[in-house]
Nanobody, 134 residues
Framework: EVQLVESGGGSVQTGGSLNLSCAVS?????MAWFRQAPGKEREGIAA?????????????YYTDSVKGRFVISHDNTKNTIYLHMNNLNLDDTAMYYC?????????????????????????WGQGTQVTVSS
């Protein structure tokens, strides 16, 4: 029943920035951004947990390759999560997907790194392409 739609992808040069958006039909619990580069497996890069009615606070998680460069955020009034990407490099070229677990009682993590397990997520968007060139 949960639907997700990504937007904001495009082509940028190394060192540039992009902001991705994911509009969701029902926003609660853990949501995440994944990406898949050509010839690579899909990988989780960021996640955020927020409960119903929470408009200002959330726990957030990042994989090491984007930590300090990417920021995940949310706006419950718009049922939207965001991924602000800074200082992009060639390794960031990928299709980016939004995903949702779909239950408020399921956390993003129990042990460090749990959020990167794609099997945790029941609902997925169609993806938006990000291409970085030198």
């Amino acid at each position: 029943e949960v639907q997700l739609v990504e937007s904001g992808g495009g082509s940028v040069q190394t060192g540039g920035s992009l902001n991705l958006s994911c509009a969701v039909s029902e926003y609660s619990g853990c949501m995440a951004w994944f990406r898949q580069a050509p010839g690579k497996e899909r990988e989780g890069i960021a996640a955020v947990y927020v409960g119903v009615g929470d408009t200002t606070w959330a726990d957030s998680y990042y994989t090491d390759s984007v930590k300090g460069r990417f920021v995940i955020s949310h706006d419950n009034t718009k049922n939207t999560i965001y991924l602000h990407m800074n200082n992009l490099n060639l390794d960031d070229t990928a299709m980016y997907y939004c995903a949702a677990i779909g239950h408020v009682l399921v956390p993003c993590e129990v042990n460090p790194g749990d959020f990167r397990n794609e099997r945790k997520y029941k609902y997925w968007g169609q993806g938006t392409q990000v291409t970085v060139s030198s």
